[in-house]
């Protein structure tokens, strides 16, 4: 019997006067891999904020339940707490703060308790090497100077160290090259166990070749109009989304 | 949550002792006044006429009438001179109780016992404390109260005494000049390098009165110094004024680094001038970090006469709710080659005003210099405001210039980035602040950063509404 981690239940979210969600009902059961697919303007990234309550976004109706607890109107930092995390599609720059200090204190935010200084350091390391990032970017600040690619590594970074029950990456593979898309699948490959999920939104499909996918939803005008398994991302790759209209 | 704190507790600052003098000058500005000043402080007969004529040019000279509104200052209402029921003393453990412990909170001993070669410390309008250690002693290095300097040095202290700043630069300075008091006074003799900073440190204890410290500085040629001075004041309801002079004289080659920290309380008009006068290949580096005081009109000024010289201004200000700090940087290039480079942040929130008033000045005969300006405003909320008003006169083709001017508010992007990491919209806002003054903050002295820091998680408390 598969655990429930994450339950959208017809949601309906809008970004100022304009309906973006119109009924979303997601399931997302521990262990599992699930993508959201759909051409621009679908949603998408939407529903990844609703998940974490993005003041941006009104919700109009519906309910977003983790594990047990309703978080559909906690504040965004109640909801990480709870172990919701999301991978930015334009991760912000901070100037003026490291990302290892940044991390190490959002870390203890996270976790509510305080992680030795030495213990974070090597855990920071071995994740970077992984990662195939470049040790001094742990002294350089958040993002800033950072190319696009850089960036998606330095979520992919942020959401190993923190460990969630929910990963949600938003567009994390775009923009990316071969490489790079090949470093990020093994990041989620090396995050992923039986009690935590990840919830893919993409609206392409080359990540998706490396990585095994539960299920794929796709995600047209504020609706899901189809859910498959892996095999569904393939069919869309070659025959577009207009097979949905 | 949403409780909205007006006055945020600055708790050491705000520590009152009673108002027990041994003398305070009765309020106003008079000759008489002016007069009784003088006795009561032995002036030489030269000092005397000077204040005098000061408070001459001071009566001739208007208010100024640009920037913040000055017409709740009347000098009818504050008390020019209150001399601390106390001798100057080298020795510690003889100043009094109360004022001892005002400035062992404040960490001044301590301070003094792990990172500084000398330290001054003034109680209203005279210095109670001076000290140095015996090396810079023995390698001919002075520092003292400005009195004792007056007494002792008379024909260098004749020499420069306001004349870096003269009484006529602007209306608060000719005050200044009537009424000084108290204040440090440093030579450094030609290649001496003081490795470790001296410190001064003023403190503004009497209500409805008003702090005119004195400082001269002479950095001698190859010689160098860094110099810290930091200010405070308890919270009245009425105005209380600080007028402080500070003059350097840095000759050829020599390097001053001059660092201040003011966290006057939030009844203060703080309305000081500072000038640096720079020599052939010498440089002054100014750090400023501005959070108290109600008003403040403060442009430190480096004048490069020398070829080659340099000079650096890093500043920061915060504006809470009341607050107009009006500050920044005025450089005069005027020789060959001479280089100045500004890098000022300002932070607004609550309703309080941060502008950043600055003058360039390139002379002709200042052929092959560099100017960079760069000035960065935060504003935390939709009541704060925040300005930029540069002058730059160029007068010559053959250098190079540039001003950068950014005002920004901070983002709700950035703010929900940081609280998907589980960082509470305090704790995000309190980091970008923090990394927006971090360039600055690293400037500073260590206990001061540490200072700023604090500062800035006070101020910001509940101000998330």
């Not at chain 2, 208010?63 to 509104?69: H, K, L, R």
């Not at chain 2, 003054?437 to 006070?458: F, G, Q, T």
Request: hydrophobic share 35%; charged share 25%; glycine share 8%.
């Amino acid at each position: 019997m598969p655990k429930k981690l994450l339950e959208i239940k017809d949601l309906y979210v809008n970004a100022g006067d304009k309906e973006i969600l119109k009924g979303v009902d997601l399931t997302i059961n521990k262990g599992e891999i699930h993508v959201i697919m759909g051409p621009n303007g679908s949603g998408k990234s939407t529903t990844a904020n609703a998940i974490l309550n993005n003041p941006a976004y009104t919700k109009m109706g519906g309910k977003i339940i983790l594990e047990d607890t309703d978080i559909t109107n906690l504040k965004t930092d109640e909801i990480a707490r709870k172990g919701v995390f999301m991978s930015f599609q334009l991760p912000e720059e901070i100037p003026g703060i490291t990302v290892s200090n940044f991390l190490r204190y959002s870390k203890n935010k996270v976790t509510g308790k305080p992680i030795k200084v030495f213990e974070f350091k090597n855990e920071l390391k071995k994740h970077m090497e992984e990662l195939q990032m470049k040790p001094e970017y742990s002294e350089r600040y958040l993002n800033v100077g950072f190319s696009g690619g850089e960036k998606k590594k330095n979520e992919i970074l942020q959401m190993l160290v923190l460990n969630p029950k929910l990963a949600i990456l938003d567009e994390t593979d775009s923009g990316l090259d071969v490489d790079s898309i090949n470093i990020v699948s093994k990041g989620i490959e090396m995050y992923k166990n039986k009690n935590n999920a990840v919830l893919i939104i993409t609206h392409n499909t080359k990540i998706l070749h490396s990585l095994k996918v539960d299920y794929v939803h796709v995600l047209i005008n504020g609706k899901i109009v189809k859910t498959g398994t892996g095999e569904l991302a393939s069919e869309i790759e070659e025959k577009g989304y207009k097979m949905f209209k | 949550m949403k409780t909205e704190l007006d006055e945020i507790n600055r708790n050491i600052y705000d520590i009152k002792n009673k108002d027990d003098y041994d003398f305070k000058i009765k309020k106003g500005l008079t000759r008489e006044i002016i007069e009784e000043i003088s006795r009561q402080k032995n002036d030489p007969e030269w000092m005397r006429d000077f204040r005098l004529k000061a408070l001459e040019t001071y009566n001739k000279l208007e208010m100024p009438t640009w920037g913040p509104d000055l017409s709740e200052l009347n000098m009818d209402d504050i008390a020019t001179y209150v001399r601390p029921k106390t001798k100057m003393t080298g020795n510690w453990e003889d100043v009094p109780e109360d004022i001892k412990n005002t400035f062992d909170k404040l960490g001044i001993p301590e301070a003094e016992k792990k990172s500084l070669a000398g330290v001054g410390a003034q109680y209203d309008s005279e210095v109670v404390y001076h000290s140095m250690k015996n090396e810079l002693l023995a390698q001919g290095v002075i520092y003292t109260d400005m009195e004792t300097a007056v007494r002792e040095y008379p024909d260098i202290v004749q020499q420069h005494f306001m004349k870096c700043v003269p009484v006529t630069d602007h209306k608060f300075v000719a005050l200044h000049g009537a009424v000084w008091s108290g204040g440090s006074f440093v030579y450094v003799p030609k290649n001496v390098k003081v490795e470790i900073p001296l410190q001064s440190y003023f403190r503004l204890n009497s209500p409805e009165s008003g702090q005119f410290e004195h400082t001269l500085i002479i950095v001698d040629e190859g010689a160098s110094l860094h110099f810290i001075e930091g200010c405070s004041a308890p919270k009245y309801n009425k105005v209380n004024l600080h007028a402080g002079c500070v003059e350097l004289y840095v000759k050829d080659g020599a390097y001053l680094r001059y660092s201040t920290i003011e966290n006057w309380s939030k009844n203060m008009l703080n309305l000081n001038t500072k000038k640096a006068i720079i020599g052939k290949n010498a440089q002054v580096d100014w750090v400023s970090g501005s959070f108290g005081s109600k008003i403040s009109m403060l442009y430190p000024m480096s004048i490069l006469n020398g070829e080659g010289a340099r000079t650096e201004y890093t500043g920061i200000s915060f504006a809470g709710k009341g607050q107009n700090l009006d500050t920044g940087f005025k450089v005069v290039h005027n020789s060959r080659n001479t280089s100045s480079l500004v890098n000022s942040k300002s932070i607004s929130k609550n309703g309080g005003t941060a502008t950043y008033r600055a003058l360039v000045r390139i002379n002709e005969n200042a052929k092959g210099s560099k100017c960079n300006v760069s000035c960065e405003s935060l504003m935390l909320d939709d009541i704060s405001r925040s300005d930029t008003i540069p002058v730059n006169d160029v007068r010559t083709d053959e250098v190079e210039f540039s001003h950068e001017a950014k005002i920004g508010k901070i983002s709700d992007k950035s703010i929900f980035y940081l609280m998907s990491r589980g960082l509470s919209e305090e704790d995000a806002k309190a980091m970008i602040v923090r990394g927006f003054a971090d360039p600055i903050s690293k400037e500073l002295p260590v206990e001061y950063a540490a200072e700023m820091n604090n500062l800035i998680n006070l101020e910001l408390e509940g101000s998330i509404g």
